[in-house]
């Protein structure tokens, strides 16, 4: 019998996002015997909360095959969190009722572990109100955090991003440390797991490149330690780069960026972390320092993608639905390594109770003695994710952008 | 008379310097009768101060040939300015010495308004000291604010990364509005002059796109006004994005990055105008926001570079060459505009003197009537230098650079 599919993203979006929902769409045009349309949600998951589909048979082929070009989630993505069934299995019923209103079949949800744990249970009260739903986890994060799965779409192309402007950055440093510049710092996403800091480290190629010191959240940061070695580096080669964690904690347990410190003219400072870093390099060591934020900037960089993770974000779409159409249910698409080098890899199924809401940080054995660097363990595990440039097609020398009609499917309820 | 050649790098670098250096050590090669050695200085113009001269013809051909490809500057720069010949004779009399010990018959320096001011006066002063020695300076600036020169060197690429960057970033902002991030800030170079800032504007192609507004140097901070428009801004579209100028600076003429300002806490703030900005923004309109400091990544982002940039920046090397070779001294390749639409553009000679220390503001003409915005006319100028992707090289994922021997010439002097 053929049923519709909704596709939703969740939480903070990514450069290949789009690429995945691309993949979903085409794929899913493959069965017309079991899928009629793909709705996607509007704003992720009130989409289907607020009775919003989107309904992209209405898009043009163009539109469709240039998802895989754009940043950003187009449907509109969201940061809200279902509560457990037993504090609000109301929102849950609501979503039953909405999935049913538009004959919805398949629940292809596309996020983080947050998202796994929310398809788990829709998986599960579908059950329950005997209402027959397959739900599909989609692996979407540039955290790179989630279990099981090798890798996380998202992920390659934020680790190609940094390392490139680290590269690019500390060619600018080392040509100016005679007279300006000495120390650069550049801070980088990933709150709780140091993935996108460690993949810093991909820009060295020789011994005393850049960068010189990564500061991860794993570790506590230690001020006097950075400091000596901030010092000592640039004793050493005259200039020193620093890659560092938004969320890098100072002994108590307390975000960095969030601590109450003062500077040199007993100013408290807020903010960043690469702002408080460069505030304590010029007041403790008094050397010039600059300081970049990437931001949004490094997850939306879609001109410098990688194309090892564009497939995986591709692949992970097309076995969502592939899995939806064999009966699977509760399950995750995850990326398999078979070989570092040549990197080789597959696709298999992964039960999202081993996923929701597990966290997976930076294993030890990737993280140096010093706590400062990565270890060729770590380095042969992250090198494959950056290889290959995606393509990306320019129009007046900027990406070029199709616009989406996103139009809603009419309203059944009330 | 064979003559050697001393070339030097001064100020910022940017993607494209080194391209200038390639083309100027190519061209130098097809005047075998008129040039012997291309010397590049050490760290600019301290190189010839230290008399640190680095032999290029130590590099190997691919080497030179790879210099299109990377971004900072391989031979070093410096922030360092030669006082007035009445301040300090010494120096420029230094400078002549170092240049006869290793029989320099020409100098080409490439930088900004201050370097096309140095070569200006070394010109000068080597006729005095009856050393015959041709000076040519070749415009290199982010900044984009040379007088004469329709355009910098080094502009069109960083003008294309903040472009680039804005949109992918805003497709970010713009999926996650709904239930995260209202309004995103990006500060961008240029303390004086706002033509990075307006180049914001290019990532916009239809009327309600990002950026939404662009705070230039040019004009007063207005707090009022430019919170009023965030707040109508996101009234309207749900999101606001700015772009704005690191030069912005309140109604005292002092910049806003370096005023002491208490946020809602009564914190003082120290920083840049990006957390600046979104500070008021969470404490006078209460909007979440999320903020972004590029700073070298934009300079040096040679992976984004524009095609039409790199042309320029080795057109300049190129046309110097040819200039010292035709005995012109105290010029400097500029580039005309012929057409903006298809851009045509040509090379040609203006005198030193009119360029010395001149700063090219944005124009008036080019500025909205409400001062957040870039009119008609200053997109026609911007759009063609952002045009075409210079090639990229990359390998195992990264951009990929070659080692320099970087090999000095034998000191002649104690």
């Not at 979503?95 to 572990?113: R, T």
């Not at 059950?127 to 989609?138: G, S, V, W």
């Not at 100016?176 to 709150?191: A, D, L, P, Q, W």
């Not at 972390?273 to 934020?293: D, E, I, T």
Request: glycine share 8%.
């Amino acid at each position: 019998m053929k049923k519709n599919l909704f596709y939703a993203q969740s939480g903070g979006v990514t450069a290949v996002i789009n690429a995945t929902a691309g993949a979903v769409i085409t794929e899913a045009k493959k069965f017309p015997k079991q899928i009629n349309k793909v709705y996607a949600g509007r704003n992720g998951i009130l989409g289907a909360l607020n009775e919003e589909l989107i309904d992209t048979s209405k898009e043009s082929k163009a539109f469709i095959e240039s998802l895989q070009f754009r940043p950003g989630g187009v449907f509109g993505s969201c940061r809200y969190k279902l509560k457990s069934i037993e504090e609000n299995l109301g929102e849950y019923q609501r979503l039953i009722e909405v999935f049913k209103a538009h004959d919805i079949g398949y629940f292809l949800y596309n996020g983080g572990n947050d998202s796994a744990d929310t398809a788990f249970k829709v998986s599960q009260i579908s059950q329950k109100m005997d209402y027959p739903l397959t739900c599909i986890a989609i692996p979407k994060t540039v955290d790179n955090d989630l279990a099981v799965t090798d890798s996380c779409p998202g992920f390659g192309s934020v680790a190609k991003y940094v390392a490139t402007s680290v590269q690019e950055a500390s060619l600018d440093v080392q040509s100016m440390r005679e007279s300006s510049t000495k120390v650069f710092i550049m801070e980088v996403m990933g709150r709780h797991a140091g993935w996108i800091a460690a993949s810093g480290a991909l820009a060295r190629q020789n011994k005393n490149d850049a960068p010189h010191i990564i500061l991860l959240p794993e570790l506590m940061f230690d001020q006097k330690k950075f400091l000596d070695t901030v010092k000592h580096t640039v004793a050493k080669l005259g200039f020193c780069v620093v890659v560092a964690s938004e969320g890098i904690r100072n002994k108590k347990g307390k975000f960095i960026a969030e601590s109450d410190t003062r500077d040199a003219f007993g100013h408290a400072q807020l903010g960043g972390v690469a702002p408080f870093l460069a505030n304590l390099v010029s007041s403790k060591l008094n050397l010039k320092n600059h300081w970049a934020v990437a931001d949004y900037l490094q997850r939306s960089a879609r001109h410098l993608a990688s194309d090892t993770d564009l497939q995986h974000a591709q692949a992970v779409g097309k076995f969502a639905v592939r899995y939806a159409m064999q009966g699977m249910n509760g399950v995750m698409p995850v990326i398999k390594r078979l070989q570092d080098n040549p990197y080789r890899w597959s696709i298999a199924s992964a039960p999202l109770s081993k996923i929701a809401n597990v966290e997976k940080k930076l294993p030890k054995s990737f993280i140096s003695k010093d706590g400062f660097n990565i270890t060729s363990k770590g380095m042969t595990y992250l090198r494959p994710l950056i290889r290959g440039e995606a393509k990306c097609v320019y129009v007046n020398g900027l990406p070029k952008l199709l616009e989406p009609k996103l139009v809603l499917a009419k309203k059944q309820l009330t």
